[in-house]
């Protein structure tokens, strides 16, 4: 069994940067897919990034539209923990953030297989 526990998040201003961070135990998760996603209220969850490990030595990251060129999601194994660096926040962006795993994989997981799930962090970007 997985546990996540995300950490990072708070009230910031828009143009402003956040790190969050998913700290991750039970289990390592250097041969899983990771990923963060968010929940504004009213809406559904959404993917925000992901990070999957495709050969031994290769990662490959992916992100919503909403979010490329200003996040960067990023994991040290050696600390099971995965990261979300975000900048240039904006209102927008306002959500609980969630960390996702999945059993180890190496292609690009669906949403059911995602199997472990931290309890969020709240992000609040006010203009």
């Known amino acids: 069994q997985v546990q996540l526990v995300e950490s990072g998040g708070g009230s910031v201003q828009a143009g402003d940067s956040l790190n969050l961070s998913c700290a991750a135990s039970g289990r390592t998760l250097t041969n899983s897919a990771v990923a963060w996603f968010r929940q504004a209220p009213g809406k559904e969850r959404e993917f925000v990034a992901g990070?999957?490990?495709?050969?031994?030595?290769?990662?490959?990251?992916d992100y919503s539209d909403s979010v490329k060129g200003r996040f960067a999601i990023s994991r040290d194994n050696a600390k099971s923990t995965v990261y979300l660096h975000m900048n240039s926040l904006k209102p927008e962006d306002t959500a609980v953030y969630y960390c996702a795993a999945t059993l180890p994989l190496t292609r690009t997981p669906t949403l059911s297989e995602y199997a472990y799930w931290g309890k969020g962090t709240q992000v609040t970007v006010s203009s």
């Open positions: 990070h999957r490990r495709f050969s031994p030595y290769r990662y490959e990251a």
